[in-house]
């Protein structure tokens, strides 16, 4: 595993957004199409989490999500960030937060 300086990693912009809405990706198994609200704008993220997590159990909770990662399309529907997970043997398992914080929170 390579290090990275302090400064690269302040350029990374991690915040906690609430999803608002979660739906699965059509033509893939593994995809979640999520409508994530940071407070001051909503964005769509896909997340590969459809094997592990019901559309029910993720919305109207808050996760950490990397905001500033460059756009993607996923069979034909862009992601406009990361949610972040941890990777137990390939399964993703997310994060909780053990007190209220408000979307859009910054994560340092």
Known sequence: MDNITL????KLDIRIGKVL???KVEGADKLL?????FATE????????????SL?????????FLV????RTFKGVESQGM?????NNGEP???????EVPEGSIVK
């Not at 949610?83 to 990777?87: P, R, S, T, V």
């Open 42 to 53: 909503k964005r769509q993220i896909v997340s590969g989490i459809a094997q592990s997590y």
């Open 56 to 64: 029910e159990s993720l919305v109207g909770k808050k996760f950490p």
């Open 21 to 23: 809405s979660a739906e």
């Open 68 to 71: 500033n990662l460059e756009p």
């Open 83 to 87: 949610i972040l997970a941890a990777d």
């Open 93 to 99: 398992v997310m994060f909780s937060l053990d007190k």
């Open 33 to 37: 199409k999520l409508e994530v609200d």
């Open 7 to 10: 400064e690269e990693f302040k």
